[in-house]
């Protein structure tokens, strides 16, 4: 039976892969990928991950699951094993301004959009796209939808619309930004509603503090489909 851990497990003990860069190019924490490994936390890859290593290790997503692939059958909604583009056709130019914080209070990080901390490859869906960045998610309350260190990548020129995960910039004392990635809920005429998830809880602020609520790309849009 395949198995995703016992590839990476390999790669790692041949000297080509490393978990620490490989848990950077999955845009996780540092560690992820060695507790994969190790721990069998997550029990299974999620898509975007597999999307991002296979290239990395010379393999397809579906090698990267822990099990068989599902089988594509005439009339079935179950799509063929994807092509990913090699990695190295994508350029290092993609800006990451800072980290943003998923909870709501002390500890989150104010963003200084003129000072780039990391550059890294932009996928095919946004090739030619100016305004996307990156931010680093600081602290749980999105999880498991983001992890502690996940890279999110974001497009300010898309509209956000309810069910969106945006990140959203709130302006503080002094001019001062702050930012906070949750999902949309809905906007009213005075006040801006969002979700965290770690706890539940539903979140509001006045529109006269919001600079701008920008949406964080799903795995299809940053690959262009």
């Known amino acids: 039976m395949a198995s995703g851990r016992n590839l990476i497990e390999n790669a790692v003990k041949s000297g080509t892969a490393d978990y620490t860069a490989l848990s950077k190019a999955a845009g996780r924490n540092h560690a992820y990928i060695q507790q994969f490994v190790a721990r069998g936390i997550p029990k299974q890859l999620p898509e975007d991950v597999r999307l991002r290593l296979a290239p990395l290790l010379k393999c397809t997503p579906d090698d990267l699951r822990e ?29 990451v301004f800072g980290t943003t914080a998923g909870g709501n209070g002390d500890g989150a990080t104010i963003i200084n959009q003129g000072d780039v901390v990391d550059y890294v490859r932009r996928p095919p869906g946004l090739a030619g796209n100016s305004k996307a960045y990156g931010l680093y998610v600081e602290g ?50 005075d006040r801006l509603i969002v979700r965290q998830f770690n706890p539940p809880k539903e979140l509001e602020f006045f529109r006269e503090v919001v600079k701008s609520v920008e949406r964080v790309l799903t795995t299809a849009e940053l690959m262009g489909v």
């Open 67 to 95: 099990g068989a692939a599902p089988t594509a059958e005439v009339g079935s909604r179950i799509a063929p094993s994807v092509i990913v583009p090699e990695i190295n056709s994508m350029p290092r130019n993609l800006p």
């Open 140 to 189: 749980d309350s999105m999880e498991p939808q983001f992890e502690h260190g996940a890279l999110i990548l974001v497009d300010p020129g898309r509209k956000p619309r309810p069910g969106d995960r945006v990140v959203l910039v709130l302006l503080k004392d002094e001019g001062e930004e702050i930012s906070y990635v949750k999902q949309l809920v809905r906007i009213t005429p």
